[in-house]
């Protein structure tokens, strides 16, 4: 039985293809598109899968959708109703939109498919899933466990904004939920907004300037603007936030708790910024440990599932672990609503058709997330040849030898092998990769190829087997979804005016033996490379030990700020030529910037649209 599973037309459209429970495909449609974020209906992702199967869309049984677009609308009527007449100049805006095209989703999806597939029986065979639900199944039904607790946490989906839940076998229940206006995600990405930056890309740089600030603002969140119970439910003070009404997520009385008005997009950072963003941190972490306490308790379990916005915020995860509620910890990769089209797939497939669950008893289902398009060696070099690129073609083993070569020297190279990875994060297939141990390369990373602010912290890729030895983790991190601090024999303590300096400034200053990974409180989002899901990364991995001592390597998506990361050969080739990536190396093709032919060079710095 084959289920096609779809998310889109709001954010991080996607498609996925399962085949007897098992995931044959899965990509965003920014990929293919090249827009961030694109939440249009994904037709090329679609056509990939597709492909990826060998079938058509008249060969699909079901097609299933990640939400239910009515209980949706029901949900912005109901939310204006409540809070009329403040929210007026937004219900106008948003109505003729919600009545032209949301209200009517079935329709409009029917009809994208039915150009495919003009036979097809979409009255019978389209299937609709509540988002938590499409969370939450994404979150089980890959993991490697047989039972499990399950927490969805995320901005909003129809109602439910936190879903805590139960899986066994091939089923799932939800026990639990918090519905809108109360959300963590959504408090989240008021404090995105307020400290300047993009709401639904820029929470990331939230968490990652954290540890830049105090957490002077924390107590004032909890005393205003959520009341958290023991338990870790919840409820926010909603006369502190417009995004029920307004059109903006924050207000003057906001603005007021906290000292002034928000941060403009690309405006000076100061350390108001800072404590704001470890304030929300703070509060993130106490209300999720909480929730997953009161879940562990509820359930019994050891084993935990994570999937929603909020499940990659990795910081909190680490706590997670570390608090030993539970002993394991299994969260989707594609954890936001890309993942929702993965989701719908698996549950149509476990809940709604009864399948059969099949576990391989060590890995999860996901097959390293590798799980988007991949070429042959003939094709990358049709195509890199089409697009005026001069390579050379090399063995296996020149290729790991040359790469290494370029990483000890201290060269940014671009990574391109095997299937493109499934979610936000790069993992080893469409890497910007790097020297951990340089105390430069975070900055020139950050600055001269990657062109995006300097406070930014970068992830390590480390063998499974070498990740105790460096980390104080001793796990699975194959999504780069935990962290956890470098070990203390591999730190460098600071000088008291290293300490004294103000903010970002504290980055320049090496704190362990991979400065370029080393966050300013000496965390890492660690990422565990396993020999059995991609055995050419690992293999560059155990390549650079042998010759460095070091099994760690710089590990970033390969893009510039603003850019989708990079899908087929010729996305490489021209985000190499117009960033200072020194080296590229796609399949067994490797690349070198001083031999291209300089009237390729692109002026990329200003090519996307900031996020």
């Not at 959300?183 to 709401?199: D, I």
């Not at 190829?449 to 194959?478: G, H, I, N, Q, T």
């Amino acid at each position: 039985m084959r289920i096609l599973g779809l998310s889109a037309f709001y954010h991080d459209s996607a498609a996925a293809l399962v085949e007897d429970g098992r995931i044959v495909a899965a990509a965003q449609e920014e990929r293919f598109t090249r827009k961030k974020h694109d939440s249009g209906f994904p037709h090329r992702a679609v056509d990939y899968c597709l492909a990826e199967a060998g079938v058509a869309l008249k060969d699909v049984d079901y097609v299933a959708f990640y939400d239910k677009p009515f209980l949706k609308f029901e949900r912005l009527l109901e939310t204006y109703l409540a809070f009329a007449p403040r929210g007026f100049p937004s219900f106008v805006k948003a109505m003729p939109l919600w009545l032209k095209e949301k209200l009517f989703q079935k329709k409009l999806l029917k009809d994208e498919l039915k150009q495919a597939a003009p036979d097809f029986d979409w009255e019978t065979r389209l299937l609709f899933g509540e988002h938590h639900q499409s969370h939450a199944a994404s979150a089980f039904f890959p993991s490697p466990f047989e039972e499990a607790a399950i927490l969805t946490m995320d901005g909003v989906g129809e109602w439910a904004t936190t879903s805590l839940a139960h899986g066994r076998g091939n089923r799932l229940e939800i026990l639990r939920e918090i519905h809108f206006p109360h959300s963590l995600g959504l408090l989240y990405s008021a404090f995105t907004y307020y400290t300047g930056f993009k709401v639904n890309s820029g929470e990331y740089k939230v968490m990652g300037l954290a540890p830049y600030g105090e957490p002077k603002y924390a107590q004032a969140i909890l005393d205003n603007l959520i009341d958290l119970k023991p338990d870790g439910s919840f409820r926010l003070d909603m006369s502190y936030f417009d995004y029920c009404t307004g059109l903006r997520m924050t207000n003057a009385k906001f603005d007021a708790l906290f000292g002034g008005p928000a941060r403009q997009p690309e405006q000076w950072m100061t350390q108001r910024e800072m404590d704001l963003a470890a304030s929300v941190q703070a509060v993130l972490e106490e209300v999720v440990l909480r929730l997953a306490k009161s879940l562990a308790a509820e359930t019994g379990q050891k084993n935990l599932c994570l999937a929603g916005g909020v499940a990659l915020n990795c910081v909190a995860n680490g706590k997670i672990l570390r608090a030993g509620d539970f002993q394991r910890l299994w969260i989707q990769p594609a954890a936001g609503d890309a993942g929702g089209a993965l989701g719908a797939a698996l549950n149509a497939y476990h809940q709604f058709q009864d399948g059969a669950r099949q576990l391989n008893g060590a890995l999860d289902g996901m097959a390293g997330s590798y799980l988007g398009p991949a070429y042959s060696q003939a094709e990358i070099e049709q195509r890199l040849t089409a697009a005026g690129a001069r390579f050379a073609s090399v063995d296996d083993a020149k290729l790991i030898a040359e790469t290494v070569d370029g990483l000890v020297a201290e060269k940014a190279i671009g990574w391109f092998q095997g299937r493109m990875e499934f979610g936000p994060r790069a993992l080893g297939g469409r890497s910007i990769l790097g020297d951990p141990r340089s105390p430069s390369m975070q900055k020139t990373l950050n600055l001269r190829v990657k062109y995006r602010e300097s406070f930014r912290p970068f992830a390590p890729s480390v063998r499974r087997e070498d990740v105790a030895d460096w980390f104080e983790l001793d796990a699975d991190s194959p999504y780069m979804l935990l962290v956890a601090d470098v070990v203390a024999p591999r730190r460098r303590q600071m000088t008291a005016e290293e300490q004294a300096l103000f903010g970002i400034d504290k980055l320049n200053v090496p704190r362990s033996e991979i400065p370029a990974v080393t966050h300013v409180d000496y965390s890492a989002r660690i990422q565990t490379v396993h020999a059995e899901t991609n055995p050419r990364y690992h293999a560059l991995l155990t390549a650079f030990k042998q010759r460095t001592g070091c099994p760690v390597l710089v590990n970033t998506s390969f893009n510039v700020r603003g850019e989708p990361i990079v899908c087929t050969p010729e996305d490489a080739f021209r985000c190499f030529m117009g960033s200072d990536i020194e080296m590229l190396v796609v399949g067994n093709c490797i690349l070198r910037k001083e031999d291209q032919n300089p009237a390729l060079k692109l002026d990329y710095k200003d090519k996307f649209e900031l996020d």
